[in-house]
């Protein structure tokens, strides 16, 4: 079965709210995440990452927060606007030889002005 | 820097036919990676590799083929192509050192959707 989902398959934010979109995973061994954003006809765009030895990790607008104990990783986007819109991923390293990443199924999330 | 470039965008096969599907990196990394994405799903891995002429299974390579005869490109071929491979097929890569938690983020093309009829 898959290692990785997200908790809500949509979410609908209004322009300037901040969203928070949740994603937990299984593998406790799992050391190295990433968010994604896929728009429409494209392939998916990196966001942030972020290692096991970190709890949080701030990008620009955005923000990773990791908690191993209970293995639960959000992405929040401050400020959101329409360009935010999108499906986001969240992905977890396969393996120990730090290759391949298992991504969840992902969130929608659209945002109205 | 192009980054992942694949061809074609799209394509319709029939049932039995075979194609290749093209991926071409200028990046340099040395992993390169195919996955499929159904709609609606996420991608799953059908296979990568970690470097000119190794190649390795991922989730689902059954009815797949790929080839790494240089760093740059990573064919994925379809021998017998059945109305189950209908889905978007997208090429990424990286740079890894191939340690446990040292993953860096995938760089992935913008794509080829593929139709079985």
């Known amino acids: 079965g898959e290692s990785v989902g997200l908790h809500l398959p949509t979410l609908s934010v209004q322009e300037g709210d901040n969203s928070i979109i949740n994603c937990a995973y299984s593998?406790?061994?799992?050391?190295?995440f990433i968010w994604y954003k896929q728009e429409s006809g494209k392939g998916p765009q990196f966001i942030i990452d972020i290692r096991s030895n970190m709890d949080k990790r701030q990008g620009q607008r955005v923000t990773v927060l990791l908690n191993k104990t209970v293995k639960h990783l959000s992405l929040q986007i401050a400020a959101t606007q329409p360009g935010d819109s999108a499906v986001y991923f969240c992905?977890?390293?396969?393996?120990?030889?730090?290759?391949?990443?298992?991504f969840g199924k992902g969130t929608t999330l659209s945002v109205s002005s | 820097n192009a980054g992942v470039t694949q061809t074609p965008k799209f394509r319709i096969l029939k049932i039995g036919q075979s194609m290749t599907l093209q991926c071409t990196q200028d990046m340099n990394h040395n992993y390169m990676y195919w996955y499929r994405q159904d709609p609606g799903m996420g991608l799953k891995l059908i296979y990568y590799s970690v470097g000119a002429g190794i190649t390795d299974k991922g989730e689902v390579p059954n009815g797949y083929n790929v080839s790494r005869s240089t760093t740059e490109d990573f064919p994925l071929r379809l021998e017998l192509a059945a109305p189950s491979q209908t889905s978007v097929y997208f090429c990424a890569s990286s740079y890894q050192t191939g340690t446990s938690g040292s993953g860096n983020e995938q760089f992935f093309g913008p794509g080829t959707r593929l139709t079985v009829l």
């Open positions: 992905a977890e390293e396969a393996n120990q030889a730090g290759t391949a990443l298992i």
């Open positions: 593998n406790s061994a799992s050391d190295y």
